[in-house]
């Protein structure tokens, strides 16, 4: 990032900032939507997301999220998936679009292949434009973060 200034008098400096994104899907409150569909919440120091009946909490980028440079978003939950709970990528700014869906199951890891995801009917979902990303389940049972990596 560079940041420019130019005096009253034509004087001009520049200053470069190194800035680094860690990860497109911190773990705050101030950033996490725990009700994106049903009323639910967030507790950032335990990482718990519990969902509304059928809910979804996660992220959503106004302007879409471009992964198309990575290959994989790896998710781990750090208790057992009461509550069917599925990580979901929406290419399409509409909830009620059909997203990449990967269930956890009896496992607490999902690995998503950025490359070669598709819809529940086979259409291609870009990685180049992510608009909704997140956790949808049954709702009302603790779903807790452990990590979520891109590579």
């Known amino acids: ?3 420019s200034y130019t005096s009253s008098s034509g004087a001009k400096a520049s ?3 190194p800035v680094s994104v ?6 705050k409150s101030s950033l996490f939507n725990p ?5 639910g919440t967030f507790d950032e120091q335990t990482r718990t997301l519990v969902t ?33 709970v599925s990580f ?8 009620w679009s ?16 950025l490359q070669n995801m598709k819809d529940s009917k086979g259409n291609v979902i870009s990685s180049e434009h992510l ?11 603790p779903i807790v973060i452990e990590n979520i990596t891109i590579e």
Do not use: C, H
């Open 1 to 3: 990032l560079t940041v």
């Open 15 to 17: 200053l470069d900032v």
């Open 22 to 27: 860690t990860t497109p899907f911190p773990l």
């Open 35 to 39: 009700s994106i569909w049903e009323q």
């Open 52 to 84: 509304g009946q059928y809910g979804f909490g996660g992220w959503q980028y106004a302007e879409g999220l471009d992964l198309s440079a990575y290959q994989r978003i790896i998710v781990e939950l750090g208790n057992d998936n009461l509550s069917q």
């Open 88 to 95: 979901r990528l929406f290419d399409k700014n509409n909830y």
């Open 98 to 113: 059909d997203p990449a869906m990967y269930d956890f199951g009896s496992s607490r890891k999902v690995v998503v292949d």
């Open 131 to 141: 608009y909704i990303v997140g956790f949808w389940s049954l709702g009302f049972k």
